[in-house]
């Protein structure tokens, strides 16, 4: 079956970076976008941005996009996100997702989060 | 961007009657050459990722109960939960996905029983 690993939780100071993993099974990593959702605590849901898994397209939030950057690793089928230069409002609940169908942007399949807490 | 704007906030229903969640967009997510407007729903319980019930405004995705039914077009949009059980209780998020980037949802509705 689908299934989206991710890495655990992280404690970071302000100004450090955080690199997060998605690891994928159960389907054909290359066949298939990944997205990654980040919640704020109590909050709603933000979209951060998109990558292609066959040939690297990649989408940002306006918001964030000089502070993350998205990859992915074939071989591993694991997808990446890092972002850069955090605040103590990045603390956040950050989810990889993974659309049912091909080119679709809603999303069937979640990781279960992955809590990054930024605190000096 | 898209701004999705939910009514209401907080919700209070009886066991067993309608629950009814509106969501608007600033602009019309309705893409007239497939006749499909780019809008879901999603159900979160606490502690748990958000779960897809409805994709393009009225397809129950796989699983979910018929008691979830999602209508509207354009720009205005509803979520019903027709006969509310108790494991209905989380927060529905409205989501388009036509403008892209970037994807946008809506701040969530928190749903209790009363």
């Known amino acids: 079956q689908v299934q989206l690993v991710q890495s655990g939780s992280e404690l970071k100071k302000p100004g450090a970076s955080v690199t997060l993993a998605c690891r994928t099974s159960?389907?054909?990593?290359?066949?298939?976008?990944i997205s990654w959702v980040r919640q704020a605590p109590g909050k709603g849901l933000e979209w951060m941005g998109w990558?292609?898994?066959?040939?690297?397209?990649?989408n940002y939030a306006q918001i964030i996009e000089d502070r993350v950057t998205l990859t992915t690793d074939t071989s591993s089928t694991t997808a990446y996100m890092e972002l850069r230069n955090l605040r103590p409002d990045d603390t956040a609940i950050y989810y990889c997702?993974?659309?049912?169908?091909?080119?679709?942007?809603?999303?069937?399949?979640w990781g279960q989060g992955t809590l990054v807490t930024v605190s000096s | 961007d898209i701004v999705m704007t939910q009514s209401p906030d907080s919700l209070a229903v009886s066991l067993g009657e309608r629950a009814t969640i509106n969501c608007h967009s600033s602009?019309?997510?309705?893409?007239?050459?497939?006749?499909?407007?780019?809008l879901a729903w999603y159900q979160q319980k606490a502690g748990q990722p958000p779960k897809l019930l409805i994709y393009?405004?009225?397809t129950r995705a796989s699983g979910v109960p018929d008691r979830f039914s999602g209508s509207g077009s354009g720009t205005d949009f509803t979520l019903t939960i027709s006969s509310l059980q108790a494991e209905d209780v989380a927060v529905y998020f409205c989501?388009?996905?036509?403008?892209?980037?970037?994807?946008?949802f809506g701040q969530g509705t928190r749903l209790e029983i009363k």
């Open positions: 997702v993974r659309p049912y169908d091909y080119g679709d942007f809603h999303y069937d399949f």
């Open positions: 159960g389907y054909d990593f290359t066949k298939y976008d």
């Open positions: 990558i292609s898994t066959s040939n690297g397209n990649i």
């Open positions: 602009q019309t997510i309705l893409y007239r050459p497939k006749n499909r407007n780019y």
């Open positions: 393009w405004a009225s």
């Open positions: 989501q388009q996905y036509y403008s892209n980037p970037p994807i946008t």
